[in-house]
């Protein structure tokens, strides 16, 4: 038997999914995240999963892991000491940035500058240069980068960043130097820009290449410990880490490029999101993947995931794909609060996380959350992780009450309350990928997952106006399962920079063969078959005298008659449909970009009993829900015992080891032939 393990890491719980390849029978388990050590609860929950299967260890073929460790370490300001060696003149790149300054008009009064990653007292100048083609001009100083990279190293730099002028053209100035480095500072690890992201524009392609000797350290020991660990327990499968633009690379090159990795932890959901997806039949998805601590939005369009060429993290915008996801700080662990100042309601960001979380946890927590909201309104019944774990009602009710007294309404009100302003903020961010970049929402379904999402998809899909309101199977592991079904993922880029009138198809189409060559190499050096290999490519194409690119989609075919004319009529319409203009200028064609990827894991799925549509045999109790003002009757159902074809009105919740559903009134949940519950409007 063939098994993957798919284990994501989240700020309240480690989730594990354990699939068997060859007949696609799963175990899942849920455990409490080890903050101070991921890797603790990582290896407690493959015990734990592997006894449940009676699977050992030497059993799991492949091991596959997202993760948060890059992002916390920037987020918390626990990155390296990175040093920067740079180009003669150019030791303020990192403080000059860009001018751009988020927010409104009076963020340039009060928006503090972030501290960047690598400071000034940490950079060094070297002599040498190259020209805007790549040949040098001026040689190296090999005397001048001794004396300069001995200042690193008397400051104690616990990693390097090399980024020289125009070295996306010509990489030999920055090899020469990584050399010397190596040989002066041997056991402090080496970023070189032309390697990180081989583009133009000086700035980005610096801050991007320091954000990866920044995390360097922090991931390396961490993959490294794990991977020592796993292999302790007789693990020999191989171990790969989720890229944050939803695909996979092996554990070995993460420790090189880990700032690939920094949405590692959010693109696990919309892997998994793709495959339920497949399965029910729905090709336009808006996610919503609600967490303890945050929630993380996307939105997939006719099977394929957005994805961008920035990653966010905080203040910190690198230079690397990602899929697009927003974050808002609306979980389950959210903190309710009434400030003083304004006597008004506010939800998170701050989040009680895995400890001391929720009051209803009985784990010390006594301030209102999410959580505790829901538990008040009934929608959150006592029983968790199939009973494992059972929730404190009256310290739930307890801490809302603080909430409701400093408003001066009642208990069900003050938690309505809650769960009307989280729900809200979930819109927000909906409408941010969707509305905001020229989709109708009303156009896509809506699937809720994670330990939180089912119990609020049906809710904000009514503010929406997507549907079907989609709660898949296992909803809380869907992060591992995408985990466990994704595959290998790698890209390369190469800045051309040429307007449409001096570009030609023939230097197109010979630089992206080149670029394939490359990436090829790379994935069969990761074990991937060279007949399972498939190829994508983009342009990023801008109107002469922008400012910015938009990512077109070509095909190598396109290039033997008329591609470049081609591409340039569909950058108009994809124009147009952004930004509802088009300029009189040039078109330019500025990065070439190449996609090489895996063979799609082949999953089988399991279809459920086929039932007659009436959900009696899995009913457990009749129940009370808050809504519309008052109590109502509702049914508690056990997602196990659902049929297909079951329909379930709402009021209901449905319950499962991993996740709650909620099913309001006026709507009707529909259960499809593989356990996916579907939810509508009456």
Same mark, same amino acid.
């Given at each position: ?98 001018? $751009? ?12 500058? %972030? ?29 001048? #980068? ?33 050399? #010397? ?8 690890? $080496? ?69 690939? $990795?920094?949405?590692?932890? %959010? ?22 993947d609600v967490g303890g601590t945050s929630t993380d939005v996307a939105l997939i369009e006719n099977g394929e995931p957005r994805r961008v060429r920035t990653t966010d993290v905080g203040h910190l915008t690198v230079r690397a794909s990602s899929l697009d996801v927003k974050t808002v700080g609306a979980g389950g662990g959210s903190i309710a609060k009434v400030p003083e100042l304004t006597r008004a309601l506010r939800v998170g960001p701050e989040s009680a996380g895995a400890a001391p979380g929720p009051a209803a946890y009985g784990k010390g927590g006594t301030q209102a959350t999410v959580t505790d909201a829901n538990v008040v309104l009934g929608y959150l019944p006592e029983n968790l992780l199939g009973g494992a774990f059972k929730l404190d009602r009256a310290a739930a009710q307890t801490a809302v009450q603080t909430v409701a007294d400093a408003l001066g309404v009642d208990l069900y009100e003050a938690a309505r309350g809650i769960i009307d302003i989280v729900n809200e903020n979930m819109f927000g961010a909906l409408r941010m990928i969707s509305v905001q ?35 898949? +199977? ?75 690119? +938009? ?52 999953? %089988? ?9 009436? =959900?009696? $045999? ?32 709402? %009021? ?28 509508? =409007?009456?």
């Amino acid at each position: 038997m063939a098994y993957r393990l798919g284990v994501d890491v989240g700020g309240t719980f480690t989730d594990l999914l354990l699939l068997n390849s060859e007949t696609g029978e799963f175990w899942r388990n849920k455990t409490p995240s080890t903050p101070h050590d991921s890797s603790e609860g990582v290896l407690y929950g493959v015990n734990a999963i592997c006894g449940m299967a009676g699977v050992s260890a030497e059993e799991i073929e492949v091991f596959l892991h997202g993760t948060t460790v890059a992002t916390n370490a920037v987020l918390e300001g626990k990155g390296a000491m990175v040093g920067l060696v740079t180009t003669e003149g150019y030791r303020q790149v990192m403080q000059i940035a860009r001018s $751009l300054v988020p927010g409104g008009l009076a963020a340039w009064i009060v928006w503090p500058k %972030p501290e960047p990653l690598a400071k000034l007292e940490n950079t060094v100048e070297i002599k040498g240069r190259l020209d805007a083609s790549g040949a040098e001009i001026r040689p190296l100083d090999e005397a001048d #980068i001794r004396r300069q990279l001995a200042v690193l190293k008397h400051l104690g730099v616990e990693a390097i960043t090399i980024s020289l002028m125009n070295a996306y053209l010509n990489g030999a100035h920055e090899r020469r130097v990584a050399e #010397i480095a190596a040989e002066l500072m041997p056991d402090v690890p $080496l970023s070189l820009s032309h390697v990180v992201l081989p583009e133009m524009q000086e700035y980005e392609r610096t801050l991007t290449t320091v954000a990866n000797a920044a995390v360097r350290p922090v991931v390396g020991r961490y993959v490294r410990n794990l991977r020592h660990s796993l292999r302790e327990l007789g693990m020999a499968g191989r171990i790969a880490l989720l890229r944050s633009d939803g695909g996979l690379m092996s554990s070995e090159k993460s420790e090189e490029h880990p700032v690939s $990795l920094l949405m590692s932890g %959010p693109a696990g959901g919309v892997t998994g999101a793709l495959w339920v997806a497949r399965n029910s039949g729905l090709r336009n998805i808006l996610t919503l993947d609600v967490g303890g601590t945050s929630t993380d939005v996307a939105l997939i369009e006719n099977g394929e995931p957005r994805r961008v060429r920035t990653t966010d993290v905080g203040h910190l915008t690198v230079r690397a794909s990602s899929l697009d996801v927003k974050t808002v700080g609306a979980g389950g662990g959210s903190i309710a609060k009434v400030p003083e100042l304004t006597r008004a309601l506010r939800v998170g960001p701050e989040s009680a996380g895995a400890a001391p979380g929720p009051a209803a946890y009985g784990k010390g927590g006594t301030q209102a959350t999410v959580t505790d909201a829901n538990v008040v309104l009934g929608y959150l019944p006592e029983n968790l992780l199939g009973g494992a774990f059972k929730l404190d009602r009256a310290a739930a009710q307890t801490a809302v009450q603080t909430v409701a007294d400093a408003l001066g309404v009642d208990l069900y009100e003050a938690a309505r309350g809650i769960i009307d302003i989280v729900n809200e903020n979930m819109f927000g961010a909906l409408r941010m990928i969707s509305v905001q970049q020229g989709y109708d929402p009303r156009d896509f379904a809506l699937m809720g997952f994670g330990g939180a999402g089912p119990l609020h998809v049906n809710a904000v899909a009514k503010l929406m106006g997507s549907w079907p309101a989609v709660s898949p +199977v296992s909803p809380g592991v869907l992060c591992a399962l995408g985990d466990a079904t994704t595959r290998m993922r790698t890209e390369t880029a190469r800045s051309y920079s040429r307007r449409k009138s001096a570009a030609t198809d023939a230097e197109v189409l010979a630089t992206f063969e080149d670029m394939t060559r490359q990436i090829q190499e790379e994935l069969i050096g990761d074990g991937v078959a060279a007949g399972d290999i498939t190829m994508s490519y983009e342009i990023d194409v801008r109107y002469h005298g922008q400012a910015f690119e +938009v990512p077109m989609a070509v095909s190598l075919e396109g290039f033997s008659d008329g591609g470049l004319a081609r591409l340039a009529e569909a950058f108009d319409e994809e124009h147009r449909r952004l930004f509802t203009f088009n300029m009189d200028a040039e078109h330019e064609f500025v990065n070439l970009r190449a996609v090489a990827m895996g063979q799609v894991q082949e999953i %089988p799925s399991l279809e459920i009993e086929r039932g007659d549509g009436d =959900p009696r $045999l899995a009913k457990v109790r009749d129940h009370k829900v808050w809504v519309d003002g008052g109590f109502r009757e509702a049914v508690i159902y056990d997602r196990a015992k659902l049929r297909a074809g079951d329909r379930i009105a709402g %009021p209901a919740v449905v319950v499962e080891m991993d996740s709650t559903t909620l099913v309001l009134p006026d709507c009707v949940a529909v259960v499809d032939a593989f356990g996916t519950i579907l939810i509508n =409007p009456v």
